[in-house]
């Protein structure tokens, strides 16, 4: 098993398949405590009077103000860090690259608890002392922004932006700002600019769609809203500009097929200067943020110490005292601890709220996880669907549902599980393939040809429908769905790039629908030895039915055999303990 992320997402934790988003966005979207100010008479450098920067320019006073509504551990923290800036200064001979340190630090703490007033002279003293910093206006940046001021937060952007002109994430967010201050050709320089820019950046190409929606070049919109979507489509929010731009464009369907898929969401962006405002408070927030990047390093470990820092100051009644419970149990799991990681995914399903909840949703998923690794299918069947009543949107979750019953025997029933999962995620490649393997184990051959046919026309990019579609066209016992000069063309192009022993054994297929059973046997004979090679004895049985047909001069007339891993989707089963390199996803 490997770490559920949510991309943004991350998307719940875990999944036996991959693709599955990390699930930092949502811990960085959870509301931090926002309390009204209370300004205590403690004014800092009040005992001698206040500093002057080496430019001259005076230094504000700091303010602390009323914490009485944040955890223990910030309050402390808060206290700790004022008592230290006071002391320094009220000594003369602090140098000034320390001193400014002390005050960003402060900043940052108010910052990240969202005392934007009392952040702001801690953040404008540190740059008047350390005025070749990027933290500080960068800062400040994001400061005025929540505060609404976009006219001061771009003005900070722009001096971040001197300061370090190849910063993605200041280009992104300078760019954003101005485009809805209306300055659309100053908005594209910046995206532009950020394109140029490593890691390859969702942000970037909405940026750029947006900037082309407010050019009237509907054409280019969507030609980059669409790439966004393909890098990540986790990101709906572009499906409202994506749906502007074709509705402009006469693609009236298309558009109405983007607006039912929006949804409100953020398009985070690589922010490695923000990422350290979450990072620095002493709280279950904070923590669960650091388990989060111990889970992009691989860290298991590491993860399960900071998880479990964070689960000790939050209560298991809260929404983010749940979270971390669920993320702990996947760290102890992938830990090698499986009997920790459940009691933790059952503690969360005991902690659960009337309604929807989505950490409960994600623990009923890892018990079905877990539950189908163990041969447990009727178990399995039941936290799915108990995962779904907790978050309908959950496309993984109604993916294992889909699995379970297929494995089940229950066939038909699996279908309607895979259409709610592309209900809500159209391009979950998973949920089409397990549809139409639905429907040919319900021998439904002509419906699973006409269903693969659109599945190669809305997902190019997935051989994996042309190489399914390829195999019923050869092998289907409904003669109205076979047509082997067809199945024999797909085959040929997938053979280009993919020399499978899957996709020798369908050509044979296919040749002897074509009536050349000596070339369809000894292609099968090839993949045989091939499979025997490679100590999957299985397969070589498997294989050695279709052979006797070839060389009897009988076409191929099952796809694929009752027994054959497709129909038995899901994790590796084993009765033992699960192993670490057994691991599936809980």
């Not at 054409?219 to 500009?241: F, G, N």
Request: hydrophobic share 40%; charged share 25%.
């Amino acid at each position: 098993m490997t770490p559920d992320a949510e991309r943004g997402t991350p998307r719940g934790v875990g999944l036996w398949r991959a693709g599955v988003p990390p699930f930092a966005p949502t811990a960085l979207r959870r509301a931090r405590v926002a309390v009204c100010l209370v300004v205590l008479t403690v004014v800092a450098a009040c005992s001698t009077g206040p500093r002057t920067a080496t430019n001259g320019q005076p230094l504000l006073p700091v303010v602390l103000p009323d914490l009485s509504r944040m955890d223990k551990n910030v309050q402390k923290q808060a206290h700790e860090l004022y008592a230290s800036l006071t002391q320094k200064i009220e000594n003369r001979d602090t140098p000034e690259p320390e001193l400014a340190g002390s005050y960003g630090q402060m900043g940052m703490l108010l910052m990240a608890a969202e005392y934007f007033e009392a952040a702001e002279p801690c953040f404008l003293n540190a740059q008047a002392l350390a005025p070749s910093d990027i933290h500080w206006p960068y800062y400040l940046g994001h400061l005025y922004q929540g505060k609404g001021d976009q006219k001061k937060a771009a003005e900070y952007f722009k001096r971040a932006l001197q300061l370090r002109p190849d910063e993605l994430a200041t280009l992104v967010h300078l760019g954003r700002l101005t485009l809805d201050q209306g300055q659309p050709d100053e908005a594209e320089a910046l995206f532009t600019k950020a394109q140029s820019l490593p890691p390859r950046s969702v942000a970037v190409l909405a940026g750029l769609g947006q900037v082309a929606l407010a050019k009237q070049d509907y054409p280019r919109a969507v030609t980059y809203l669409e790439e966004a979507l393909a890098l990540d489509p986790e990101s709906v929010s572009i499906h409202s500009p994506l749906a502007m731009a074709y509705r402009t464009l006469g693609e009236v369907s298309k558009a109405e097929a983007h607006l039912k898929l929006w949804r409100n969401r953020d398009i985070l962006v690589p922010d490695p200067l923000k990422q350290e405002l979450d990072l620095l408070l002493e709280s279950g927030l904070s923590y669960e943020l650091r388990g989060i990047r111990a889970f992009e390093a691989q860290d298991w470990s590491a993860a399960v110490g900071f998880f479990r820092k964070g689960v000790e100051l939050t209560p298991g009644t809260t929404q983010l005292g749940r979270s971390l419970r669920h993320k702990l149990g996947t760290a102890l799991f992938l830990n090698g601890d499986v009997a920790g990681a459940q009691q933790l995914f059952e503690e969360v399903v005991r902690l659960a709220p009337e309604g929807r909840d989505e950490s409960t949703a994600k623990a009923h998923y890892s018990l079905g996880v877990l539950a189908a690794s163990t041969g447990q299918g009727s178990d399995a069947i039941e936290r799915f669907s108990r995962a779904v009543e907790y978050q309908p949107n959950y496309v993984e979750a109604y993916l294992g549902l889909g699995d379970a019953l297929r494995r089940a025997g229950r066939v038909h029933e699996s279908l309607k599980a895979y259409r709610q999962a592309l209900e809500i995620s159209p391009r979950a490649t998973q949920a089409r393939f397990g549809y139409a393997m639905a429907l040919i184990k319900l021998r439904r051959y002509q419906e699973a040809r006409t269903w693969l046919s659109e599945a190669m026309k809305l997902q190019p990019d997935q051989p994996l429908f042309t190489h399914t579609l390829a195999r019923v066209l050869a092998a289907s016992p409904d003669g109205r769905a076979r047509d082997g000069e067809q199945s024999m063309a797909l085959v040929q192009e997938l053979f280009k790039s993919d020399k499978s022993t899957d996709l020798g054994e369908t050509m044979a297929m296919a040749l002897a629908e074509l009536g050349e059973y000596e070339k369809a046997a000894a292609i099968q004979r090839g993949v045989m030895a091939a499979a025997e090679k490679a100590g999957l004895q299985d397969s070589v049985r498997r294989m050695t039915v279709n052979l006797k047909l070839y060389e009897r001069r009988q076409p191929c007339r099952t796809p694929w055999q009752d027994d054959d891993p497709v129909h038995n989707p899901g994790p590796p089963v084993t009765t033992a303990p699960l192993q670490p390199s057994e691991r599936s996803e809980p």
